[in-house]
T-cell receptor
Framework: EPEVTQTPSHQVTQMGQEVILRCVPI?????FYWYRQILGQKVEFLVS????????KSEIFDDQFSVERPDGSNFTLKIRSTKLEDSAMYFC??????????????FGAGTRLSVL | AQSVTQPDIHITVSEGASLELRCNYS??????LFWYVQSPGQGLQLLLK??????LVQGIKGFEAEFKRSQSSFNLRKPSVHWSDAAEYFC????????????FGGGTRVLVKP
């Protein structure tokens, strides 16, 4: 069964460093998302991406964050200068044609980011 | 703004007993509703969804959920729990618009006693 894969599973970084979280969405999917879950809190939407541009972003997704689909398979989330409060589990998700009625997002296993 | 509340943070249930997880949502139009499950070290797996039609929906692993518009609820049930059902369960609401971001509840952690 096709799945969304995320690498690495755990990333440890120093405050102020740049990190890139990587995701390989399901191959025929067109809509891509990042969510995060701070320990003990809700899963929160960060950003959605379609047709090579951001379609929606939350207020969390400030100038420190960026997303990119550098090739036909990867979808990345970059945090330019990490803060302690960026420590969280980051989930990537993808879904198929947005015109389809099947509004189902498929999630990866997540990357746990620890900022020291 | 859309929001989801899962009133129970933890539930402990005996193996073989029934399980019901509560979910209440706030949304201005007809919502798209989802239940996801997260096992340790795993991603979020879709259990079931409600878009329209029959308000009782069946999902994987023997789960079902009932949409009650009058109560703004979408509770998840399973008649007989297995030890492998121990996990965290998330209710989520989305919209039909193309972006369809999901708004999640806080999750309910289910522990299964032998």
């Amino acid at each position: 069964e096709p799945e969304v894969t995320q690498t690495p599973s755990h990333q440890v970084t120093q405050m102020g460093q740049e990190v890139i979280l990587r995701c390989v969405p399901i191959s025929n999917h067109l809509y891509f998302y990042w969510y995060r879950q701070i320990l003990g809190q809700k899963v929160e939407f960060l950003v959605s991406f379609y047709n090579n541009e951001i379609s929606e972003k939350s207020e969390i997704f400030d100038d420190q964050f960026s997303v990119e689909r550098p090739d036909g398979s990867n979808f990345t989330l970059k945090i330019r200068s990490t803060k302690l409060e960026d420590s969280a589990m980051y989930f990537c998700a993808s879904r198929t044609n947005p015109a389809a009625d099947s509004n189902i997002q498929y999630f990866g296993a997540g990357t746990r980011l620890s900022v020291l | 703004a859309q929001s989801v509340t899962q009133p129970d943070i933890h539930i402990t249930v005996s193996e073989g007993a029934s399980l019901e997880l509560r979910c209440n949502y706030s949304y201005g139009a007809t919502p798209y509703l989802f239940w996801y499950v997260q096992s340790p070290g795993q991603g979020l797996q879709l259990l079931l969804k409600y878009f329209s039609g029959d308000t009782l929906v069946q999902g994987i692993k023997g789960f079902e959920a009932e949409f009650k518009r009058s109560q703004s609820s979408f509770n998840l049930r399973k008649p007989s729990v297995h030890w492998s059902d121990a996990a965290e369960y998330f209710c989520a609401v989305g919209r039909k618009a193309a972006g369809n971001k999901l708004t999640f509840g806080g999750g309910t952690r289910v522990l299964v006693k032998p």
